[in-house]
């Protein structure tokens, strides 16, 4: 759903409306014409040619990226379709992104034929692989990588599934990469397909071409989400010998696997499964009884052995994919086998990270959001749909970067948005580049734009009134990118030592005992609603040891193979105040005051203030201070030249706060779970922008003037400072995103 919105996203352009809202201003950013004159523009951050010195790899230590020399590397990421624009277009929009500080895109593709009409199951969607390969001949020019995801089985539509002949009686393709032995070949000549022909835009194949960074085997798929249940028929039947196969190679025969399982019949099977010991096709409990709504009892032993061969069937047919990768295509670019989450991400979590240990990449796709009920939640907001504006700033466990990370691994985050109608957004790109920082997290992809520059709000489609729920080329999103981009680059917070090392036996992980810290559920706008959005956050498992407050102090890591004990920092629970409602990162350079709804970043080379500023009204930093009585901004300032803020000679500070569509109007609304506001108009272009009045003062004696910007970092005017025993103060402008000091 989310690729076929997407397209119709694409191509729209401004509408000319200008309008006179008090308390706005209008957003009206032009093209970017890429002058030499721009006072703000990152792409001196990137490499002349991506993989001018080879193929990113792993560091010595597993756990973060390098570049073909070694030099360590670090991607600002986003999701892109503007490849659909053509060849000049995608050269435009490459500029566009590197401006921005964008080091790396992924297409979320689908390689194979996947429509109604025409096609088999071996032959590949050639438009595809051309926009893949002008995708990354344009991106590596601007010295932007391309990470690949080449399947996503819910885009099969089922007729060219029947036309395939792989599915005979389940619910599409879900799950059935991992034992349908038809459509692994298949999959494999995708790759073939896909990664030996030379590329005519660059002359080399993708397998040798370095600008090619990350490979994914596939998009949002797993054995251990609740699709699992929808496993049919034959496919089920198959997937019962394989159980059966795997039972006789662990116990040594079916008997001694029953005589194990004390005879236990299996509970709530799918498919309306039976045991078939005389054929060896055993059953398989729906995925419900391996969640913390059930109690195992007599047939824990049997789940324990269900548990360990979903999660192995998976790991192994990675560990192929990786080898067939390597040995038969000769691609030495990395692997990311998953980016899914589970049917409990409090149990079953480690399982599937652990799955992704086969490859070289650890991954997830994770959103933001707030309620929102209407026709099309899953994709468009029209007049009539009820939203709240809960605010991510007071529930910080839903920041996409709580994460477990498995011990020596890059962990990326495949997908990830503040999605509409969330309009307190401009916080997502600051706080992710912080907490990222500060964790160890390697890469998020925005998702997602098919625009080659900015996107306007206009409707999603050529009919619907109504604006997309995937918008990332706006002020609130990719406008926050500048500064955002020059925190997790340049590493301007601190990595923080991890503050809990939990070492999992496999034993542990298939008995499915809960965990020390635990994260949260991740959020998907297109999958939680109903049933599925009311089981989020309510596991019934034994309620973890460690705050997961934990997470925003620092690293919260797994470990799969050591055989000590666990690790927690000693000064772990000191930096959780959950009476005040503040964590404190390990490394003292950030700050969350949850009840507050204000997020502090005070490091020598990154300060701010980001969220509820009327909260406080002043925040004194270490060399700044921000006066504002904002009810909702973010203001960043890092310097240009990598140094301190005290010293440095180029100092960018970005002002965001929220945007809607001109003439967006909402009323409030009932919901069974409180009060919420219903859209009355969705509004159209331009984006109006809420005035931010606010004076900053920095402790600085080499900056002596400032210059307010436009969105394409063009000088508008000259902004008055003054200047008192080395503190430079000026009062910021309320209708521009960025200032520069000099």
Same mark, same amino acid.
């Given at each position: 759903?989310?690729?076929?919105? #997407? ?29 030499? $004159? ?50 000049? $277009?995608? =050269?435009? *929009? ?47 020019? =601007? ?16 007729? +060219? ?15 059935? !990469?991992?034992?349908?032995?038809? @459509? ?35 998009? %949002? ?9 929808? !496993?049919?028929?034959?496919? $089920? ?46 059953? @398989? ?27 192995? #069937? ?12 390597? %040995? ?43 309620? *929102?009920?209407? %026709?099309?939640?899953?994709?468009? !907001?029209? +007049?009539?749909?009820? /939203? ?26 495949? %997908? ?14 600051? &706080? ?5 920082? @500060? ?109 997961? /407050? ?12 050591? =055989? ?11 930096? #959780? ?43 004194? @930093? ?13 203001? !960043? ?31 409030p609304a009932q919901h069974e779970s409180g009060p919420a506001l219903a859209v009355t108009a969705f509004g159209e272009a331009p984006w109006q922008i809420d005035r931010v009045q606010a004076q900053v003062s920095i402790r ?31 009062? &910021? ?10």
């Open positions: 759903m989310k690729r076929q919105c #997407i397209a119709l996203l694409a191509g729209l352009l401004w509408a000319p409306a200008v309008a006179d809202t008090p308390g706005t201003w209008d957003f009206q950013p032009g093209q970017d014409g890429f002058s030499d $004159a721009a006072l703000l523009d990152l792409s001196y951050l990137n490499e002349a040619i991506a993989g001018e010195t080879g193929f990113i790899r792993r560091s010595d230590d597993g756990a973060a990226f390098v570049r073909g020399d070694g030099a360590p590397i670090r991607f600002w990421a986003l999701n892109s379709y503007a490849a659909r624009n053509g060849l000049a $277009a995608l =050269e435009d *929009h490459a500029r566009f992104l590197a401006k921005r500080g964008v080091n790396m895109v992924r297409l979320h593709g689908q390689i194979p034929q996947a429509g109604q009409s025409g096609g088999t199951l071996e032959e590949i969607d050639t438009a595809e692989r051309d926009q893949l390969w002008q995708l990354v001949a344009a991106m590596k020019q =601007e010295g932007i990588y391309v990470t690949f995801s080449p399947y996503y089985p819910h885009l099969v539509h089922p007729e +060219a599934a029947r036309r395939w002949q792989v599915p005979v009686d389940s619910e599409g393709l879900t799950g059935m !990469i991992y034992f349908d032995p038809v @459509l692994q070949e298949a999959y494999k000549g995708w790759l073939r397909e896909t990664l030996l022909p030379v590329n005519p835009y660059t002359g080399l194949a993708l397998k040798d071409d370095p600008a090619l960074a990350i490979i994914q085997m596939q998009n %949002e798929d797993s054995l251990l989400f609740w699709t699992f249940n929808n !496993i049919k028929g034959r496919e $089920a039947a198959l997937l019962g010998a394989r159980f059966g196969q795997f039972l006789v190679g662990k116990y040594g025969s079916l008997a001694a696997a029953r005589d194990a399982w004390g005879n236990a019949a299996v509970p709530g099977p799918i498919a309306d499964m039976r045991d078939n010991w005389d054929s060896g096709v055993i059953a @398989l409990s729906n995925i419900w009884h391996l969640t913390r709504d059930a109690d195992p009892g007599e047939a824990a032993a049997r789940l324990a052995d269900q548990t360990e061969f979903l999660t192995m #069937i998976m790991r192994d047919w990675h560990a192929e994919i990786a080898r067939f990768l390597r %040995e038969d295509i000769g691609a030495p670019q990395l692997f990311n086998a998953g980016n899914w989450r589970t049917a409990d991400d409090v149990l079953l979590d480690d399982l599937e990270r652990y799955a992704y240990t086969a490859g070289d990449v650890i991954g997830v796709n994770r959103y933001v959001t707030g309620l *929102h009920e209407g %026709e099309y939640e899953g994709w468009a !907001i029209v +007049a009539g749909d009820r /939203y709240r504006e809960d605010g991510l700033l007071r529930r910080p466990l839903d920041l996409p970067i709580t994460l477990r990370q498995p011990v020596g691994y890059p962990y990326i985050i495949g %997908e990830t948005l503040w999605v509409p109608p969330m309009w307190e957004q401009s916080e997502g790109p600051v &706080l992710m580049a912080a907490y990222q920082a @500060l964790t160890g997290i390697d890469v998020s992809y925005w998702f997602a734009t098919g625009e080659t520059q900015w996107r306007a709000p206009q409707s999603a489609n050529g009919y619907l009134p109504s604006i997309g729920k995937w918008q990332l080329a706006t002020p609130q999103q990719m406008g926050a990118f500048p500064a955002a981009a020059l925190i997790f680059r340049l590493g301007l917070i601190d990595e923080a030592p991890p503050v809990v090392i939990e070492r999992r036996p496999h034993d542990t992980l298939w008995a499915r005992a809960a965990p020390l810290v635990a994260a949260q559920q991740g959020y998907d706008p297109n999958r939680d609603t109903g049933i599925l959005g009311a089981l989020l956050g309510s596991s019934g498992a034994r309620q973890p040891d460690i705050s997961p /407050y934990s997470f925003l102090a620092g690293p919260v890591q797994v470990d799969f193979d050591s =055989e000590t004990g666990n690790f927690v920092h000693p000064d772990l629970a000191s930096l #959780i105040d959950e009476d005040r409602q503040v964590v404190t990162s390990l490394t003292r350079e950030l700050s969350w005051d949850w009840g507050a709804g204000v997020v502090t970043l005070d490091a020598p080379r990154a300060q701010g203030v980001v969220g509820a500023l009327s909260s406080a009204t002043t925040f004194a @930093l270490q060399d700044i201070t921000i006066e504002s009585d904002a009810d909702y901004a973010s203001i !960043i300032a890092v310097p240009l030249d990598g140094q301190p803020i005290a010293d440095t000679s180029r100092l960018l500070v970005q002002i965001n706060s929220i945007a809607r569509p001109t003439g967006w109007s909402a009323e600085n004696e080499r900056l002596s003037r400032a210059t307010a910007l436009d969105a394409n970092g063009m000088a508008t005017r000259d902004i008055t400072v003054s200047r008192s025993n080395g503190i430079l103060s000026l009062v &910021l402008p309320d209708d521009a995103l960025y200032v520069i000091l000099e």
